[in-house]
């Protein structure tokens, strides 16, 4: 089992930055590529950014490109998500979760957090 519980979420007007954070606890961290994931209201959740175990591989949906940082901290057993010039569109309730492989396919991923609230107003 892997327990996964992020924070950093909150409110911010258009332009502003947030830093997520996703601490993990249980089996080696280091062991599993992680996600962040978002689901806006009325939508399906969708993935974020991956970051592949050791860090050396990540993936950015093509709309946070530029905008969104993954990063991780296998010492501090924690992924991060760092959203730069966040817009309106980015509010969601965002999830990071763990896998055993690299992929974008949210049904791969084995353990979830309980997901964080960020919302970005105009």
């Known amino acids: 089992q892997v327990q996964l519980v992020e924070s950093g979420g909150g409110l911010v007007q258009a332009g502003g930055s947030l830093r997520l954070s996703c601490a993990a606890s249980g089996r080696t961290f280091s062991n599993y590529i992680m996600g962040w994931f978002r689901q806006a209201p009325g939508k399906e959740r969708d993935i974020v950014a991956a970051i592949s175990n050791d860090g050396t591989s990540t993936y950015h949906k093509d709309s946070v490109k530029g905008r969104f940082t993954i990063s991780r901290d296998n010492a501090r057993n924690t992924v991060y998500l760092q959203m730069n010039s966040l817009k309106p569109e980015d509010t969601a309730v965002y999830y990071c979760?763990?896998?055993?492989?690299?992929?974008?396919?949210?049904?791969?991923?084995?353990?979830w957090g309980q997901g964080t609230q960020v919302t970005v107003s105009s």
């Open positions: 979760a763990a896998s055993l492989i690299f992929t974008t396919t949210q049904s791969q991923y084995n353990y």
